[in-house]
């Protein structure tokens, strides 16, 4: 299995500053057949079920915000929140997609200090 | 726009099964894996398994293997999954996931709680 993990656990930032979170997987998950990186990010509300935010390590799903990008290659990831709003306060998950069984980091709580 | 509706939040007792129901719309139901997620309260996201309508072919984690089935009724586009010999660290939240390579569409949730 392709272990994800993800730094820091937690993060606490002022309204309108950056906050970046990392993701680590133990394999590479570059798929040739797509020539894409198979590496999901997804933020998670309190009480909602997760919502895909980047694809292919840096593709913004439609419909959010520019503030979130992503970036990075091989086995190291980022997700980048600039100008964070009060609405960005949730959970964020790294995903892959490039094996079974899917596998998750164990995701990034984003607070407002 | 795919929608995935759940069925509603299951009280069970150690040993007993639980059937999550999906039912999906907006979009061909044959041509898109399904796949179920659970997260324990306060937990992380775990995946569990999936099935691909078209022909019923199905993956299970290694962890579920042997507790967990998941299957179709293609005629009311809808997916089950059913986690048999429930224990108290099953309690989750179940989803169900419409993937189109990445998780594109969730489910709302099931909550299932097993206790005594």
């Known amino acids: 299995d392709i272990v994800m993990t993800q730094s820091p656990d937690s993060l606490a930032v002022s309204l309108g500053a950056r906050a970046t979170i990392h993701c680590k997987s133990s394999?590479?998950?570059?798929?040739?057949?797509?020539?894409?990186?198979?590496l999901a990010w997804y933020q998670q509300k309190a009480g909602q079920p997760p919502k895909v935010l980047i694809y292919g390590a840096s593709t913004r799903e439609s419909g959010v915000p520019d503030r979130f990008s992503g970036s990075g290659s091989g086995t190291d990831f980022s997700l980048t929140i600039t100008n964070v709003q009060a609405e960005d306060v949730s959970v964020y998950y790294c995903q892959q997609y490039y094996s079974l069984p899917r596998t998750f980091g164990q995701g990034t709580k984003v607070e407002i200090k | 726009q795919p929608q995935l509706e759940q069925s509603g939040a299951e009280m069970k007792k150690p040993g007993a099964s639980v059937k999550v129901s999906c039912k999906t719309s907006g979009y061909t139901f044959s041509d898109y894996y399904l796949h179920w997620v659970r997260q324990a309260p306060g937990q992380g996201l775990e995946y569990m398994g999936w099935?691909?309508?078209?022909?019923?072919?199905?993956h299970y984690a290694q962890k579920f293997r042997g507790r967990v089935t998941i299957t179709k009724d293609a005629s009311i586009t809808t997916a089950y999954m059913e986690l048999t010999s429930l224990r108290s660290d099953d309690t989750a939240v179940y989803y169900c996931?419409?993937?189109?390579?990445?998780?594109?569409?969730w489910g709302q949730g099931a909550l299932v709680t097993v206790s005594s």
């Open positions: 996931v419409r993937e189109n390579y990445y998780y594109a569409d």
């Open positions: 099935i691909f309508p078209k022909d019923g072919g199905t």
């Open positions: 394999q590479n998950v570059f798929h040739s057949s797509t020539s894409t990186h198979h």
